[in-house]
């Protein structure tokens, strides 16, 4: 593992759990909001596991998150920037806005909602956001 090399070879443990966020997680996490509701709970905890290998070996920090967490930290922030770019290449795939002939509360989205998709990234943000 590189990881290992750079830190038999003395890197400091601030600059390798940078390089490990920059590399591994980078790659781990890649297009995460695409494939995370596709992911089997199998799937999802050897995620989880290998995150705290990383951890008890020295290679994260031990705050570092949980996927799931950064995940959907990951997920709402696409979501907020399809949201509020009317240029994004996703914005095409939201619902249309719902219209209201009164005036209700202040909600999250004004979108419609489609049918319950817990695989679908938009749909998932949608129903994540409505309360």
């Known amino acids: 593992?590189?990881?290992r090399t750079l830190r038999s070879h003395g890197l400091p443990p601030g600059q390798l759990e940078e390089v490990t966020r920059a590399t591994t997680m980078a790659t781990l996490l890649y297009a995460a909001p695409a494939w995370w509701g596709f992911a089997s709970e199998g799937d999802r905890g050897r995620v989880e596991r290998f995150i705290g290998r990383l951890r008890r070996s020295g290679y994260l920090?031990?705050?570092?998150?949980?996927?799931a967490v950064m995940v959907d930290e990951a997920e709402a922030r696409l979501f907020r920037s399809v949201r509020c770019d009317s240029r994004h290449v996703l914005k095409k795939h939201l619902p249309p806005p719902k219209?209201?002939?009164y005036n209700l509360r202040m909600r999250?989205?004004?979108?419609?909602?489609?049918?319950?998709d817990d695989r679908n990234f938009i749909a998932r943000q949608l129903y994540k956001n409505i309360y």
């Open 108 to 116: 999250p989205h004004n979108l419609t909602l489609p049918p319950k």
């Open 61 to 67: 920090p031990k705050e570092t998150p949980t996927a």
């Open 99 to 101: 219209v209201h002939k």
């Open 1 to 3: 593992m590189a990881l």
